[in-house]
């Protein structure tokens, strides 16, 4: 065993890892002696590998689907709508997670000089997460989902992530905190502190939900309220899980690479809480020109504009922390990833706050555009990033020489040509669509009026994609096969250090002397003075040493940016104008609603429509808040891989649904969808459908107490309906027992409330004065109260639609 001294993080002049430690506790301390755990980096460095080629090999398999979506070979749990939930979650929570893990674990215990707090907690951190990812494989391909973008998984999942994020992970990483040795707290532990307090709010407050089996759910936000909490959560989980530990791992792992101290002490506290404070804001911009109240939208962009200055002071901070050190660049492939991944993350967060303009919004949202700026951030960025950290730790943690340093070259040119040929395909398929979803004649007529010839154009540059993506996944092999031969080299015993540094006092006394203004001599005012030594931000250090308090402020930036959104859209009643004729969904249309979000079809094709002349001429009525106040959860989709649906009841008959989920391609020549034959085959369950109502009733829909206590046989009396009508245009016999017949039945119902006409009430005495009133022939009163409003809704829709398209 050998006894050393911990190794200090190089940092501009004065700020040190965290300070110089002794100043304050004295040398009158007691010493004390400890090892670092490096086991726990080990796993998660492991894990980080064999989840990363996890996560590739799934992207790149849902991107071989989506141009041959015959290759799932009907099987309902391998298509492009069941695995890309897989595919995000895998990418995020398994193979970033694991990586911002291994750094955390790794650099904070360096910092704080000090072994984690508690071993046992670190163990059951690692094997609780891999649980979980475990548990996401095993139920999103099975269409057990909330279906909400980056929090699918459901309600018992949640609790299980709250509970090892927050209270086994953040505990031991607080308690790890405040028994460090190292009494200021460097920059990285600030990103980590914001990372952890701020994705627990995040998921907890929008995975709120009432359960209605083990594995099902609805949430208590209805239609804009459960958009806008979604939006919250879905940018935040970007900026906080995707970002700020990443900044921490890039504030640690770059200047230890490159030798060189951070360039600037006091950017890095610009860049922290500025970043932590507007972050927060920006989430509605993703629902520019949508029922969300605009006032929310637009504060929403402002915020997004503003987060470009602190993200490229966090980028310049990095890449120029390399001055001096350049030459090692060239030399040196994991300085290479650094520079290209932080260069990424410099491009993504300028093309962010520019696509969060409403002008641009406009052009790119539901395109192919926004997937091509998310995975340059995440293949670029959060990619890079972890590559080049775990080539970094490699040899440190099995100590050894890496086996192949040619291999790791090789990987990172063959992963940044795969970037390049992923992005570039799908940034120009996002202008073709762009321009051919709002291209219209001299005669105001659109010019590509068919869906599917806009498809069609990019499905080349789709090819193009999965060439990038062999790339990529090739590359995250190499690293896998460099590790795993690094690792056949590690010595029989890793020599486990011991550190020797002084314990911490309990009161400190600052020896720094008191700063001075450098306008000491110069004849200005006294207020000029104070904010000169003000803007050297000496009381920043005094809070770097608090690493309570330092929690508690940046949990009050997060909640009070929050509350400023979030109280108005909740509270103000205007923001949710409600519609007369906008009804909740019969238990048949619930029931086919759930299996619409367990097929994940909310990943291809969106429920709502902007009003833009362009959308209104090919969709129709653009979507009012008030039709939403039903729909738990939303499905207002992020992308259009097919069309909007928000007004597709009434378009097609019964019998052309029941074909088109046998063969799209029957009904709709050059559609990319996969069959869904599955639904035609598999029987219907009409007993489960009883916990959907009575949930949707809990929360405030209105149903009979027919509905409520005779569920089964309400929602087959009207499969039985529409069945016979798919027999009468020519379809099969007894579909009211498949599944697709649900589906189909809220199909029809989407979108066709606003254009009902509202019944008009009964006289009070017409009861009373007929005794027979109220035995009439159930069937009957299914008709009356089921069928035909919405006949006449569709009839309505129809004139409407006939009348915009003129």
């Given at each position: 065993m050998a006894t050393m001294t911990s190794t200090k993080h190089p940092q501009p002049g004065g700020a040190s890892s965290g300070g110089t430690g002794s100043a304050g506790s004295g040398d009158a301390g007691q010493m004390e002696q400890f090892s670092y755990d490096d086991t726990i980096v080990r796993l998660f460095a492991t894990a980080t590998i064999v989840w990363g080629i996890v996560a590739t090999l799934a992207g790149l398999t849902v991107a071989v689907l989506l141009v041959m979506p015959?290759?799932?070979?009907?099987l309902d749990w391998l298509n492009f709508a069941r695995l890309r939930p897989l595919h995000t979650n895998a990418a995020i929570f398994a193979f970033a997670g694991n990586a911002i893990f291994a750094a955390i674990y790794y650099s904070t215990q360096r910092l704080?000089?000090?072994?984690?707090?508690?071993?046992?907690l670190s163990q059951m951190h690692f094997w609780g997460w891999q649980l979980i990812i475990v548990l996401a494989a095993l139920t999103l391909p099975f269409g057990i989902t909330q279906s909400k973008e980056y929090a699918e998984l459901e309600w018992p999942i949640d609790i299980l992530i709250a509970v090892v994020w927050l209270f086994i992970f953040g505990g031991n990483f607080l308690m790890t905190l405040i028994n460090r040795r190292e009494r200021h707290m460097y920059v990285a532990l600030w990103f980590y502190i914001a990372t952890i307090v701020t994705v627990a709010l995040l998921h907890v407050f929008n995975n709120l939900v009432v359960p209605i089996g083990l594995f099902a759910s609805i949430p208590i936000y209805a239609g804009v309220q459960d958009a806008f909490m979604q939006w919250w959560?879905?940018?935040?989980?970007?900026?906080?899980?995707?970002t700020t530990p990443f900044l921490g791992l890039m504030y640690y792992f770059l200047p230890k690479a490159a030798d060189r101290p951070v360039f600037s002490y006091r950017l890095?506290?610009?860049?922290?809480?500025?970043?932590?404070?507007?972050?927060i804001w920006a989430g509605p911009h993703h629902l520019h020109y949508t029922a969300l109240p605009e006032w929310a939208s637009t504060l929403g962009m402002l915020f997004s504009v503003m987060l470009w200055m602190p993200s490229w002071g966090g980028m310049i901070n990095g890449l120029l922390t390399l001055r001096g050190a350049w030459h090692k660049v060239a030399a040196d492939p994991v300085l290479k990833f650094f520079v290209v991944g932080i260069t990424f993350y410099?491009?993504?967060?300028f093309e962010g706050p520019a696509l969060s303009v409403k002008a641009i919004n406009a052009f790119t949202h539901y395109t192919d555009w926004t997937i091509a700026h998310v995975h340059s951030g995440a293949l670029g960025w959060n990619g890079f990033m972890s590559f080049g950290m775990l080539y970094w730790l490699l040899p440190r943690l099995y100590q050894t020489k890496l086996w192949s340093p040619k291999l790791m070259s090789l990987h990172f040119w063959t992963g940044t040509i795969g970037i390049l040929l992923y992005i570039i395909p799908i940034y120009a398929a996002g202008l073709m669509q762009g321009w051919m979803w709002r291209a219209m004649d001299d005669t105001g007529h659109l010019m590509y009026p068919d869906f599917i010839e806009t498809t069609q154009s990019i499905v080349p540059l789709w090819w193009l994609r999965v060439v990038g993506g062999i790339l990529y996944v090739s590359g995250a092999l190499m690293m896998g096969i460099n590790a795993l031969m690094t690792w056949k080299n590690r010595?029989?015993?890793?020599e486990v250090p011991v550190i020797s540094a002084p314990r911490l006092t309990k009161e400190y006394v600052s020896q720094?002397?008191?700063?001075?203004?450098?306008?000491?001599?110069?004849?200005?005012l006294e207020l000029g003075k104070k904010l000169d030594i003000f803007g050297r931000m000496g009381w920043h250090r005094r809070w770097e040493r608090l690493p309570v308090k330092f929690t508690v402020l940046v949990t009050l930036a997060v909640v009070v940016a929050t509350l400023s959104e979030l109280i108005p859209t909740f509270l103000i009643r205007t923001n949710v104008p409600t519609i007369a004729t906008v009804k909740p969904y019969t238990p048949l249309e619930l029931a086919g609603r759930h299996i619409f979000v367990s097929e994940g079809c909310y990943n291809c094709h969106s429920q709502m429509i902007r009003p833009m002349v362009s959308e209104t001429k090919r969709y129709g009525e653009y979507s009012k808040p008030g039709e939403f106040i039903y729909d738990r959860p939303f499905q207002w989709g992020s992308r259009r891989i097919g069309p909007d649906l928000a007004r597709e009841g009434g378009k097609q008959s019964s019998f052309w649904h029941w074909t088109h989920f046998e063969n799209p391609e029957n009904v709709s020549p050059g559609s990319v969808m996969p069959s869904y034959g599955h639904l035609l085959t598999e029987d219907m369950k009409y007993d489960a459908i009883a916990p959907h109502v009575k949930a949707a009733a809990y929360l405030g829909a209105e149903y009979t107490d027919e509905e409520l206590n005779n569920t089964a046989e309400v929602a087959q009396k009207q499969a039985e309906y529409i069945a016979a009508d798919i027999?009468?245009?020519?379809?099969?016999?007894?579909?009211?027992?498949?599944?697709?017949?649900?589906?189909?039945?809220?199909?029809?119902r989407v979108g066709v409330d606003l254009f009902a006409e509202e019944a008009p009430a009964e006289p009070a005495g017409d009861a009373d004065s007929d005794p027979e009133s109220t035995e009439a022939d159930p069937d009957v009163a299914l008709n009356e109260a089921s069928v035909t409003p919405v006949a006449s809704s569709l009839h309505a829709l129809n004139s409407s639609l006939d009348e915009s398209n003129s």
């Open positions: 015959g290759l799932s070979g009907g704080c000089k000090t072994r984690m707090w508690s071993d046992a959560y879905g940018h935040n989980a970007v900026a906080f899980f995707l890095s506290i610009i860049h922290f809480w500025s970043l932590v404070f507007i972050y410099g491009m993504s967060t010595p029989s015993t890793y720094e002397p008191a700063p001075k203004s450098h306008l000491e001599d110069v004849p200005v027999v009468q245009q020519g379809g099969p016999a007894k579909t009211y027992e498949k599944q697709a017949i649900a589906l189909i039945a809220y199909l029809q």
